[in-house]
């Protein structure tokens, strides 16, 4: 049975500009997620709009039973949720999907973009806390310098990072994407990506073209978030579609077929 709850907000704070961290007391979701999993949350106290939204796991701590996510405020679901202040409840439902699958070799190369960093945090952190000698590195990609998200929490994870900015406010100008290539080279790595979708086409283009496992969290409209009202397909390469909120979000670059991708 996935978790259904009425979740308190502890904590409800902006990291970048629309960019906020929502904490909530959740037991039985924080025990359960695992990185790239998602929750569905809905505000209590208005019907518009009617349909929850996902937001990837951003920190999940099993023993203090608190689950946060990161987002940013793009619409309506998302601008209910940013009028939630501490004390306040929302409904919230998960953990949903599947999870990342532990790298191939020693290390690890993530790739975020936007909104797409809160998974590979969650990730980093639990690679990092694993007993295995591993070498992460994360490359962070944003609009401009303000909007990078999630740097502190890989600082603390010990991750290394590089980050790309649309307009060159912080680090290298132009897409995540440039980065790749390079820190391909050498070791033999595993990719993990999450971004908006030309981001995720380029770097499975890129590892494709270098034989890397690669694993995307992907982002689809979602009305239900179990399997149910196939609102969330994708093609799969060699045929029929796969939901995201059920099959993924998390899926091998190579399964998807992108020449029939949106
Ligand atoms: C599995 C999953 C994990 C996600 N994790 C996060 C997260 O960690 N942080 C975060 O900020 N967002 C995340 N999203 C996206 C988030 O669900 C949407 O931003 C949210 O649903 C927008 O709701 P809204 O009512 O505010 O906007 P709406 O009023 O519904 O839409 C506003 C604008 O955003 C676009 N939009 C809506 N949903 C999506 C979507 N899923 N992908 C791309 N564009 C969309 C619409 O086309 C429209 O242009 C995730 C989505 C999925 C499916
Ligand atoms: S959101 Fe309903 S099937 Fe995926």
């Known amino acids: 049975m996935i978790p259904i709850l009425e979740a308190e907000v502890l904590d409800h704070y902006e990291v970048a500009p629309e960019h906020f ?3 909530l007391d959740a037991p039985p979701i924080a025990e359960q997620a695992r990185p790239g999993q998602f929750v569905m949350l809905r505000a209590l106290d208005a019907w518009d ?3 929850p939204r996902a937001f990837s796991v951003f920190h999940a701590d099993s023993e203090g039973g608190t689950l946060s996510v990161l987002y940013r405020v793009v619409g309506r679901g998302t601008g209910r949720l940013r009028g939630h202040e501490p004390g306040m409840y929302v409904r919230a439902w998960g953990p949903l999907g599947n999870q990342f699958r532990l790298p191939e070799g020693e290390r690890v190369v993530l790739v975020g973009g936007g909104v797409g960093v809160p998974p590979l945090v969650f990730w980093a952190e639990r690679l990092a806390a694993l007993a295995v000698p591993m070498e992460i590195v994360a490359l962070i990609g944003a609009q401009r310098g303000e909007l990078l998200v999630g740097l502190e ?3 603390r994870a010990r991750v290394t990072f590089r980050c790309a900015t649309d307009d060159g406010s912080a680090g290298h100008r132009g897409y995540v994407t440039d980065l790749l290539p390079r820190t391909l080279e050498g070791k033999r790595a595993t990719v993990y990506a999450c971004g908006p979708m030309p981001m995720l086409r380029a ?5 494709e073209a270098t034989e890397t496992p690669t694993e995307l969290a992907l982002e689809a409209p979602m009305a239900c978030g179990v399997g149910a009202c196939l609102g969330c397909t994708i093609p799969r390469r060699g045929g029929g579609y796969a939901r995201v909120c059920s099959d993924g979000p998390v899926f091998p670059a190579r399964d998807v077929d992108w020449s029939l991708m949106p």
């Open 203 to 207: 770097v499975a283009r890129i590892t």
């Open 21 to 23: 961290v929502l904490t």
């Open 153 to 155: 929490q890989l600082k």
């Open 49 to 51: 709009p009617l349909l």
